[in-house]
């Protein structure tokens, strides 16, 4: 095999890897409560997390950590912008 070919071939092998779903979460913080802590909650509650306002917020694909950011608005949405990538995903 020439070594244009061995291109094409990992080239088409990864277009197929393009398609393929992944489920990005933002994590502001986390926090532990109870069944009966959660049924207590209503509109206008308030969850306190382990983390101050403001603080890192981890990017995490399919449940691993890959990087760290912080929350920005970009006209009325919001989103985040990359501040340090992680070498080994956690």
Same mark, same amino acid.
Do not use: Q, W, Y
């Given at each position: 095999?020439?070594?244009?070919?061995?291109?094409l071939k990992e080239r088409a092998n990864l277009d197929v890897l393009?398609?393929?779903?992944?489920?990005?979460?933002?994590?502001?913080?986390?926090?532990?409560?109870?069944?009966?802590?959660?049924?207590?909650?209503?509109?206008?509650?308030?969850?306190?997390?382990?983390?101050?306002?403001?603080?890192?917020?981890?990017?995490?694909?399919?449940?691993?950590?890959? #990087?760290?950011?912080?929350?920005? #608005?970009?006209?009325?949405?919001?989103?985040?912008?990359?501040?340090?990538?992680?070498?080994?995903?956690?």
């Amino acid at each position: 095999m020439t070594l244009d070919a061995e291109k094409l071939k990992e080239r088409a092998n990864l277009d197929v890897l393009m398609h393929v779903p992944l489920t990005v979460t933002a994590e502001l913080g986390t926090c532990k409560m109870s069944v009966s802590e959660v049924l207590r909650l209503g509109s206008g509650s308030i969850i306190e997390l382990d983390r101050l306002a403001g603080g890192p917020v981890d990017l995490l694909v399919n449940n691993k950590l890959i #990087a760290r950011g912080e929350v920005v #608005a970009v006209d009325e949405n919001f989103g985040v912008r990359i501040t340090e990538l992680i070498s080994r995903p956690i």
